[in-house]
């Protein structure tokens, strides 16, 4: 029998699992809380759970698959985590400190194959998805993390944006998003969750039909087809022809603002140009679009490209101000640690192969 991580389960999965398997309905909350509420790391700490649910629950699941291999912590409070899997394989998760609270960058999948081309994640080429369970524990180590410290702290804000492409795991990223939204659990509300996507299409017009308030942002990064294309795969199967009117029906379905990341690698799609150009396709959407001008994290791998210039990065930004479209810079988080994401894995994965 394969045991598996018992964060996985959504309530209602847990109570049907439970009722299955000859328990009281009651149990589930009684489980949930001692999961979400008390956070205990062992079944046998379930104080008010009888001796048979315990075997029952031990035999079945784990509450801890995660292993910490590495902590860095940046001077302004930003900590990545390496965390190792089961299986072996390595993820990072990332705690992020604002001044509206304290926010987590989860990874839904070991490696990616997106193939953007500036970008360290991708430097390793996807192995599997993370299960549902494997993505909250991300969120639960932070969360024990801080209860640690003893200064009553807790996980705020959610962002799906590390190593891997969130909508190619979607449905373990929906029951994620389940578990931790959960008003008897974490309780994180739907509105402080942001799930970020490359640009598959076809499940922004699922995403759009699920009638969630999770905020949407779409990795964009190019104004034009031959542009992005270059610069990000994807364009190739999702050209923009194909995006963009899966971006209109999700704001016409939801009415929810789209935030479009666009980071500025320098003379490569950080002229003038191309932000008149990411202007006009904006054009029609800005009364629900904003712009995340992101200075780019040079990648050693990647070194055909640079970080744009602050002259060109403030030009670019005024130039779309201009144009009638929101948009700012992104703070930058973590800038004296390995900040760009999946910069750290591909590290520690170099360096195991050296050893071995």
């Known amino acids: 029998m394969e045991k598996k991580s018992i964060y996985g389960l959504t309530l209602d999965q847990l109570t049907s699992w439970l009722l299955e398997h ?9 489980v ?4 979400y509420k008390k956070r205990v790391t062992e079944f046998s700490q379930m104080k008010n759970l009888n001796a048979d649910c315990i075997k029952l629950l031990e035999e079945h699941f784990f509450i801890q698959t995660l292993k910490q291999e590495i902590k860095q912590e940046s001077e302004d409070g930003t900590i990545k985590f390496l965390f190792k899997l089961q299986d072996g394989n390595l993820i990072e998760t990332v705690l992020m400190r604002f001044n509206y609270g304290l926010s987590v960058c989860v990874t839904t999948q070991v490696g990616c194959n997106i193939g953007c081309t500036f970008c360290a994640s991708g430097l390793l080429k ?22 640690e410290s003893g200064k009553d702290e807790r996980v705020s ?27 008897k659990g974490l309780s994180i509300g739907a509105r402080h969750i942001t799930v970020s996507t490359s640009g598959l299409a076809n499940k922004i017009y699922d995403f759009a039909d699920e009638n969630i308030q999770i905020n949407l942002a779409v990795s964009l990064h190019a104004p034009n087809n031959e542009l992005r294309t270059r610069i990000m795969k994807i364009n190739k199967a999702y050209p923009l022809e194909k995006l963009m009117p899966a971006i209109d029906y999700y704001l016409e379905k939801t009415n929810r603002r789209i935030t479009f990341e666009y980071i500025l690698l320098r003379d490569v799609n950080d002229h003038k140009e191309e932000a008149i150009q990411l202007a006009k396709l904006l054009k029609n959407k800005r009364h629900l679009s904003y712009v995340n001008l992101i200075p780019y994290n040079p990648v050693d791998e990647h070194n055909q490209y640079q970080r744009s210039t602050k002259e060109s990065i403030l030009k670019f930004y005024e130039t779309l101000m201009n144009h009638g479209i929101n948009c700012g810079v992104r703070v930058e988080q973590g800038t004296d640690i390995d900040a760009a994401c999946g910069q750290l894995r591909s590290k520690q994965i170099k360096k195991d192969k050296v050893r071995s």
């Open 157 to 183: 804000h959610i962002v799906v944006m590390g190593i891997g492409e969130p909508f190619d795991n979607y449905d373990n990223m929906m029951d994620f998003f389940r578990v931790v939204n959960d008003q």
């Open 22 to 30: 000859g328990q009281k309905k009651f149990r589930a909350a009684q």
């Open 126 to 147: 996807k192995n599997r998805d993370l299960t549902s369970g494997e993505i909250v524990e991300q969120i639960m180590n932070v969360q024990h993390h801080l209860d």
């Open 32 to 35: 949930w809380d001692w999961l």
